[in-house]
T-cell receptor, first 112, second 111 residues
Framework: QQQVKQSPQSLIVQKGGISIINCAYENTAFDYFPWYQQFPGKGPALLIAIRPDVSEKKEGRFTISFNKSAKQFSLHIMDSQPGDSATYFCAASKGSARQLTFGSGTQLTVLP | DAGITQSPRHKVTETGTPVTLRCHQTENHRYMYWYRQDPGHGLRLIHYSYGVKDTDKGEVSDGYSVSRSKTEDFLLTLESATSSQTSVYFC??????????FGQGTRLTVV
């Protein structure tokens, strides 16, 4: 039972382009939606997170768009750079403990 | 890495042997977690702890046990390792309602 579905599995973007990764969730009790970035051989690192009371959050080149009624959220990376090449995971959790349910990941490659 | 140390970083073990992975934190965070990462599955929660001697099961807890006798240490034990437990294991920590920080991971191979 996959409670958070992520797409696409892989994404190739030209430098300067926009990268878009989508996630959908099932459990309406989720109240925290983070995105993690992972480089090879490293642990995931928090990139940006959103709560369902807002529809969009922006931090630098990274934006989360959130659609509560559709139970979907997405990550937009503007002006994508080769250094952004990594695996990105969406996740969701509920309550004060961060028991995260992860999507299956998207491997992003930004071509120079 | 937010004061998280996982040990060992790599381990090869034989089927049927017991294995213990250690997670040590210096942040005094309340919550600690063990996840496993496998291709196509993202990260899946094995067990988590919400205090000393307080633990609970996650999504993929079968074949694993945990213990937390001190705030700073969270141990994951595979009582009898199987090939299906070959994976990369990540420990994470978080404070109350705060973001989760992940360790560098332990690559476990069961042969």
């Amino acid at each position: 039972q996959q409670q958070v579905k992520q797409s696409p599995q892989s994404l190739i973007v030209q430098k300067g382009g926009i990268s878009i990764i989508n996630c959908a969730y099932e459990n309406t009790a989720f109240d925290y939606f983070p995105w993690y970035q992972q480089f090879p051989g490293k642990g995931p690192a928090l990139l940006i997170a959103i709560r369902p009371d807002v529809s969009e959050k922006k931090e630098g080149r990274f934006t989360i768009s959130f659609n509560k009624s559709a139970k979907q959220f997405s990550l937009h990376i503007m002006d994508s750079q080769p250094g952004d090449s990594a695996t990105y995971f969406c996740a969701a959790s509920k309550g004060s403990a961060r028991q995260l349910t992860f999507g299956s990941g998207t491997q992003l490659t930004v071509l120079p | 890495d937010a004061g998280i140390t996982q040990s060992p970083r790599h381990k090869v073990t034989e089927t049927g042997t017991p294995v213990t992975l250690r997670c040590h934190q210096t942040e005094n965070h309340r919550y600690m977690y063990w996840y496993r990462q496998d291709p196509g599955h993202g990260l899946r929660l094995i067990h988590y702890s919400y205090g000393v001697k307080d633990t609970d099961k996650g999504e993929v807890s079968d074949g694993y046990s945990v213990s937390r006798s001190k705030t700073e240490d969270f141990l994951l034990t595979l009582e009898s390792a199987t090939s299906s437990q070959t994976s990369v294991y990540f420990c994470a920590i978080s404070g109350q309602g705060a973001e989760a920080f992940f360790g560098q991971g332990t690559r476990l191979t069961v042969v």
